[in-house]
């Protein structure tokens, strides 16, 4: 009897030992779960995170030396296994912008510390964006202050990153390549197909980032991490989720999102479903007449008419809905292997352009009776398997299976005409990526890997008259293609003293594209039929991370860029504007950007942190629209009208430089003060050897903000602003579209500078109901950021629920 006593007295001892080995971290001010801290030690190399009620099992790290607990917008902190016992596995992170040391998982596809990084990074935290409710993903990136956001319609937003936007900038959704072989030089909208309220965090690259994502990554990278399935940390099936529902008075906006996670020992599900409903955006009060909205077209009794609006200050029709699917699931088998399985859908309703309604003919009848773009779809399948082990080629293996679905569509009709395009654009885009790192003592490490990008392009065009119901085939907007990409890269990090890193790394990248344009040989005479190229990339970056002491960082980084010629670039038909036709080119080749950058970040006393970050790129062999001729003609007939011949070719140069700037104060336990402001100057060769603007370097833009923490309240009062261009600062091609933007004394277009007052607070009812409630654009202005064709929110009210369970 006494040895079962025994016996059950050392399995309870055991169990409580394991238990407490259970790390549980909470927020120093508010005591609420902090979710994704990482969790870390270098001897032994191990590494895990906080689920969503803040815990983590760490019985592995028993035999660590330090063991490190790093998040976003929290002071780090460094125990040993014995402390963190002693204090009952028990954890609080007091909040703090002004930490010098963070962690990034983008720079190298791979977790590492920020200080090891000589470029530039920026990261939003899930708590970040309860906080700030973004409408879309475009909206997370803009509501960061160093990402300039334009938009054509509601339904869009397309980012600028250093003087660089569109094509020249690479997204990733989970590590996989979002860009397709369709991304263009026009401002792009793709961005909105992401689900705010599933982005676990979101990070920006500035500069090249050609080496770890290949093409397009000349102006910068911007990677999203949607939320994974948490497993259960004991043997009990773990269940938890959350309901949130928001409204917002602007565009009066009605949406409700649903996740629910199920967590067993090894095997997890997360379920996450969003609706957003939109109506027409209305603009504020105080600003320039010319954005006003006071007629419209509609078609009544089958002729189109033009109607005046009764609120000029509402923009019609600008609405649409949208709703996002996310399943994924996860196993686990053992501590070195984790699977992970995600699928993604996305779809949008109709939505105007509301840019193109807005040009209108000498007679003051517009030019379109209709633009629209079609039902806009994303579907994403992803497999993922990640290893931990100390081999000999590699310490953790990631390998990834993706396949992605992207469907959009041109739908215009001009007005008083019975003829309407249909262009519908399919893309499957499949991938498959290896990636490894190596680490050796004292913290260098060797980052490698493999990738593969294959993108079937299909597109049609079809003609209706809607007057008869009859349809019939037209051109399309692009050839059937396939564009295909394999890559090896390598970047290796060296510590060359316990204060100074060395960082060179190499990407070798061939393409193959082959295009057939056999089917609008019956619409265009081109002098080709189908098309093969092949042509290869090599790029390199060298870059040095210095920190003379543990409140300073100096970094520096010289690296090259590249973007391939993509279906876009060799076998588009469009029309660009009013009287010119873009058509296929396939002579093209890769343009190259040379940048170099210097970094300084400067903690003092805890309280104050300083960054400052310039810049200069340099992009030669520029892919840009020029005249050309087909079959030795300069104009063809397009549309019933005779257009200008244009071609994307390699014929220009362009240069960007900029500065980055960033002060954030600590002015007390609850309240932080921080600025970020950005100024970047571009220019760009044309056609006749002259200099322009840049089009898409943004005017200086930037945010301060003043945040309150107490124990259940997190407010938040903020400014976001930009600066304008005068009709001669504009770039050429914007000065022929004066319909987005302000009009001058003396006739011409100009984009006027901007702000906005807001204001958001997030309230914790209890441990699971929370509220948000803000205003933003608080004064009311009306205003158009620079190069958008859409006017702004006016005044609005934003409130919000969420519930956990």
Known sequence: MKKIISVLIITLGVTATLLAQRLTVTDAFTGEPVERATISSREPRLFTYTNMRGQAEIKDFASALQIEIRLIGYEPQIFTFEQLRNQGFKVLLRPSNVSLDQVTVSASRFVERSLNVPQRTVSVAQKDIMLLQPQTAADLLGQTGEVFIQKSQQAGGSPMIRGFSTNRLMYTVDGVRFNTAIFRGGNIQNVINLDPFVVEQAEVIFGPGSIIYGSDAIGGVMTFHTQNPELSLDDEVMVSGKVIGRYSSANQENTGHLTLNVGGKTFASLTAISYFRFDDLRMGSHGPDEYLRRIYATRIDSTDRILYNPDPRVQVPSGYDQYNILQKLRYRPSHKWDIRYGFHYSETSSYSRYDRLHRYRANGLPNSAEWNYGPQIWMMNHLAATHHGQTVFYDQMTLSLATQFFEESRIDRSFGQNRRRNRVERVMAHSANADFVKRFQEENALYYGLEYVWNEVHSTGTDTR???????????RYPNADWLTYAAYAKYQHRLSDKLLLEVGSRFTAFEVSADFRPNLDFFPFPFEQENLSFSNVVGNLGLAYNPDSKTKISALVSTGFRAPNVDDIGKVFDSEPGS???????LKSEYAYNGELSVIRTFSDRVKTSITGYYTFLNNALVRRNFTLNGQDSIFYDGQLSRVQAIQNAAQATVWGVQAL???ELGKRVTFSTQANYQKGEEEMDDGSVSPSRHAAPWFGVSRLTFRASR?????????????TFDMLNVE???????YAIDPLGRPYSPGWYTLNFKSNYQLNGQVGITAGLENITDQRYRPYSSGIVAPGRNFVFAVRVSF
């Open 734 to 740: 914007e000065r022929g579209k004066p319909e987005i």
């Open 663 to 665: 002060v954030e104060l």
């Open 713 to 725: 309240l997190n407010f938040q009062v903020y400014a976001m602003y930009s600066g304008g261009f």
């Open 466 to 476: 809607i007057n008869t119901g009859v349809t019939e085939p037209a051109s399309s």
């Open 581 to 587: 036709v873009t058509v296929p080119n396939p002579d």
